[in-house]
């Protein structure tokens, strides 16, 4: 039995919870599940990053105080947690005092690779914040939501000194040391690394103000990313307390646009506390709607909750840890999933489910509550973070089990009186369908539950009293 640690990326409070905010969830909670089932102890942390101007503007467009938005929205994101049924055992919000406190007392730690120095660059007064060259380029010298000429700006910043670690992350990046997944994006990190700069990790407070004050400078405040990434060891205690049970984390989930904060500043923190770097990074690909990046502009937004009250939990998780590939862009449209929905969950499963089940009952078979294994290549399957795919070695197994009631016909051995043998063929029937479930467990373990309450008992097998998945549910 080892002990793992599994974490996700925070969140920005900015908002509601949105499709793509579950896939992080969805994906570290099957490889929680499958750790679990290992016999490991697995500690799973979830949170919410609440500071920086992003946070700031969007409560004061709400017309609320910001401590009182960011608590109400991260009090949204708790609940869609907790919905989605996933196994966490921490959740941590940025703006917690211990988190707060500890994040200074890593700011200190880390000076002596921190520097001051001025940062020149074009500035909106509007917006208040410094637009890249590109952007100016693109807009012409004008801010297009403030109808404002850029200025040109100088301000100070604290730098944290990323060629004090680039070698080393390099070389632990290429031993394998902290691994990249998948192989293409170890491959985009490699290359980001080759001329990545320093990275300032402070603004003006009166640039920013809603975030955690710089230890010794009262007119600095961390720069937002410092203050989230920090978040995975100060949830532990650090440096409170000492870490080294779960420390390093034994994989962390991100998405792709925020990989490179997690391969380049991250580790750079991380040495300059003299800390391990995770074993694992998992950087998953975007869900998208009709083949489009979703956003309120172009008002493809496909709200979650809506999706969740369609066709419930089981069939969530389902359509994306099954059809969402955990590496690759996937697209989301409700034909795709009203079809996984009904001719995967509910023809291939659900009816698989009372039709054994019935023949059973018929059949007085039962009892069978030999313990389950994970299967080899399902292990290694997920040991390399290959979570739809093995998913697809479930439902191999799924279709398999149909495939063996209408070779088996046991209804034929029945009317011909082979009692013995159809008792025979129905209980290696269950037992296959027991080891599935066990597997199944590990993405939906609702659904896998009630295959396990119906043909996992000491006694005679009884149809579920409801379908699993009941196909007329309302559109
Ligand atoms: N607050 C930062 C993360 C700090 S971690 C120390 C942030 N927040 S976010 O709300 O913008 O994104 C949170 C997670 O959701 C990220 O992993 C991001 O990649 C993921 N996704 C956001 N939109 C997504 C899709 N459309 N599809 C899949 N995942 C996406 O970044």
Not at 4 to 20: L, Q
């Amino acid at each position: 039995m080892s002990k793992v640690y599994i974490c996700t990326a925070i969140p920005y409070v900015n908002g509601n919870p949105h499709i793509g905010h579950a896939m992080d969830y969805l994906l570290a909670d099957s490889y929680a599940r499958f750790r679990h089932a290992l016999g490991d102890e697995v500690r799973f942390q979830v949170g919410t990053d609440e500071h920086g101007n992003k946070v700031f503007s969007s409560a004061q467009k709400n017309g609320l105080k910001v401590e009182e938005y960011a608590e109400q929205n991260s009090a949204k994101f708790q609940q869609f947690i907790q919905k989605l049924n996933i196994s966490y055992t921490d959740f941590i919000r940025t703006t917690n005092s211990d988190h707060v406190r500890r994040c200074q007392a890593i700011w200190q730690k880390l000076k002596p690779h921190i520097y001051a120095a001025d940062y020149n660059g074009w500035y909106c007064e509007g917006c208040e914040s410094f637009v890249t060259q590109k952007e100016y380029d693109e807009n012409s010298g004008v801010c297009p939501d403030h109808q404002r000429s850029y200025q040109r700006l100088t301000e100070k910043n604290y730098y944290l000194r990323i060629s004090d670690f680039k070698d080393e992350i390099r070389q632990q990046i290429e031993n394998g040391k902290m691994e990249i997944l998948p192989e293409f994006r170890k491959q985009e990190v490699l290359k980001l690394l080759e001329d990545a700069p320093d990275i300032s990790i402070s603004r003006p407070r009166k640039q920013l103000s809603w975030g955690v004050s710089v230890p010794d400078d009262e007119d600095q405040v961390m720069y937002v990313w410092l203050d989230a990434l920090s978040n995975y060891i100060t949830v532990l205690g650090y440096p409170d307390h000492d870490i080294g049970e779960f420390w390093p984390a034994t994989a962390q989930f991100v998405g792709k646009d925020i990989l490179r904060f997690h391969t380049i500043t991250w580790p750079a923190i991380l040495l300059g506390l003299g800390l391990d770097l995770p074993k694992t990074i998992v950087s998953h690909g975007f869900v998208l709607a009709d083949g489009q990046k979703m956003s309120k502009s172009i008002g493809n937004v496909v709200d979650p909750v809506e999706v969740l009250e369609r066709h419930g939990l089981p069939a969530f998780r389902y359509y994306f840890l099954r059809h969402v590939d955990t590496f690759a862009d996937s697209d989301f449209t409700w034909e795709k999933f009203e079809e996984a929905y009904s001719h995967e969950l509910a023809n291939d499963l659900g009816n698989l489910v009372q039709r054994l089940a019935t023949l059973c009952y018929k059949n007085e078979v039962g009892g069978i509550t030999d313990t389950k294994e994970l299967s080899p290549e399902f292990i290694e399957l997920m040991e390399r973070f290959e979570l739809s795919k093995a998913f697809d070695l479930v439902w191999d197994k799924v279709q398999n089990l149909n495939k063996a009631i209408d070779e088996a016909k046991p209804w034929e051995l029945a009317k011909k009186g082979e009692h013995a043998k159809v008792k025979e063929v129905l209980q290696s029937l269950v037992s296959q369908m027991l080891d599935m479930a066990y597997e199944l467990a590990i993405f939906l373990p609702d659904t896998a539950l009630r295959i396990q309450e119906v043909f996992g008992s000491d006694e005679v097998v009884r149809p579920p009293e409801a379908p699993l998945f009941p196909k007329d549910v309302a559109i």
